[in-house]
């Protein structure tokens, strides 16, 4: 399976971006999907997924609300739509596939396979 990913960009705090992940190599319907992020010096942290079985989403205690993760069936993508960020949302964001149980869905070490990343900068 490969992911790719893309859509990263530099924003002003309070505005908006749209990160995608182009899914290839597999059946995409068989995988959960996520997105992680990470700054430097930092472990790498739990954003949003979006489980393969009912399509339920979960998010990490910051998003507060703010992001939408989603699946594009059409297109095997899934977009992460980031709505009111401010600066600490900055960093490399990666997507992620496999198939977590809910237990471990937040842990980066139940995906197997990861994107090469996109650069989130919030400007203040």
């Known amino acids: 399976v490969q992911l790719q990913a893309s859509g990263g960009g530099l924003v002003q705090a309070g505005g908006f971006l749209r990160v995608s992940c182009a899914v290839s190599g597999d059946t995409f319907s068989r995988y959960s999907m996520a997105w992680f992020r990470q700054v430097p010096g930092k472990e790498r942290e739990f954003v949003a997924a979006?489980?393969?079985?009912?399509?339920?989403?979960y998010y990490g205690d910051f998003v507060k609300g703010r992001f939408t993760i989603s699946k594009d069936v059409a297109k095997n993508a899934v977009d992460l739509q980031m709505n009111s960020l401010n600066v600490e949302d900055t960093a490399v964001y990666y997507c992620?596939?496999?198939?977590?149980?809910?237990?471990?869905?937040?842990?980066?070490?139940?995906?197997?396979?990861w994107g090469q990343g996109t650069q989130v900068t919030v400007s203040s």
């Open positions: 979006i489980r393969w079985s009912g399509g339920h989403t």
């Open positions: 992620a596939a496999g198939r977590p149980i809910l237990s471990n869905l937040r842990q980066k070490a139940a995906y197997y396979y």
